[in-house]
């Protein structure tokens, strides 16, 4: 079956411009996460979405960050007015299959979208 | 609130001898631990993870890690290192906070295999 899927792999946008990034999630799973990897760094949280639950944002950097999911489908990651400090790796995973909430399920992670700001 | 703390962002080992990469962890309930393994221009692979029972836990790839809760540390261990070991590998751990699931992961340790 298929992983967890996002895109684009890598974009360049100018300071300033708006970007959405994109990730597909492992069929079936209810968890959606977004963390963000900045060059030689640790995995920050930016959001979580668990079914029709109410999102947990608390990670979101600032109000220039915003994520939505529809259902237990796709999410998208949209950053407006991209600074250069936005520039890292944004990485997604999904996890928990079925409908119970299960906090031992280990997460599936996408490849990631290398996002750069000139 | 749950935290990870990996000691050293760096690790050096020759080709055969032991890997041995820190994980302490914060956690207000019985925590469920994991480590996981980034190669090059990838996302995370789970290498193996702790619930629940035997406090030894085996993963792929040869690792291992021990679960103590007396000393708080959930330690990855290999006994000979491969040249394709060299990655960097995250200590995570998942609780819950508020009805939500919460996993935090550490900073990461970067291995370099020396041949």
């Known amino acids: 079956g298929a992983g967890v899927s996002q895109s684009p792999s890598n974009k360049v946008t100018e300071k300033g411009k708006d970007v959405e990034l994109r990730c597909d999630p492992i069929?079936?799973?209810?968890?959606l996460y977004w963390y963000r990897q900045r060059l030689g760094q640790g995995l920050e949280f930016l959001i979580y979405?668990?079914?029709?639950?109410?999102?947990?944002k608390s990670g979101l950097p600032s109000d220039r960050f915003s994520a939505e999911r529809t259902g237990e489908s796709v999410s998208t990651l949209t950053i407006q007015r991209t600074q250069q400090e936005d520039s890292a790796v944004y990485l997604c995973?999904?996890?928990?299959?079925?409908?119970?909430?299960?906090?031992?399920?280990?997460?599936?992670f996408g490849n990631g979208t290398r996002l750069t700001v000139t | 609130a749950q935290s990870v703390t990996q000691l050293g962002s760096h690790v050096s080992v020759s080709e055969g001898a032991l890997v041995l990469l820190r994980c302490n962890y914060s956690?207000?309930?019985?925590?469920?631990l994991f480590w996981y393994v980034q190669y090059p221009n990838q996302g995370l692979q789970l290498l193996l993870k702790?619930?629940?029972?035997?406090?030894l836990v085996k993963g792929i790839n040869g690792f291992e890690a021990e679960f103590k809760k007396s000393e708080t540390s959930f330690h990855l261990t290999k006994p000979s290192a491969h040249m394709s070991d060299a990655a960097e590998y995250f200590c995570?751990?998942?609780?819950?906070?508020?009805?939500?699931?919460?996993?935090?992961f550490g900073t990461g340790t970067k291995l370099q295999v020396i041949p």
């Open positions: 702790y619930t629940t029972g035997a406090t």
């Open positions: 956690s207000s309930v019985p925590p469920y």
């Open positions: 069929s079936g799973h209810t968890a």
């Open positions: 995570a751990v998942s609780g819950y906070s508020g009805g939500y699931q919460k996993v935090t």
């Open positions: 995973a999904s996890s928990s299959p079925g409908q119970l909430i299960s906090y031992n399920s280990p997460l599936h």
């Open positions: 979405f668990q079914g029709n639950s109410a999102p947990d």
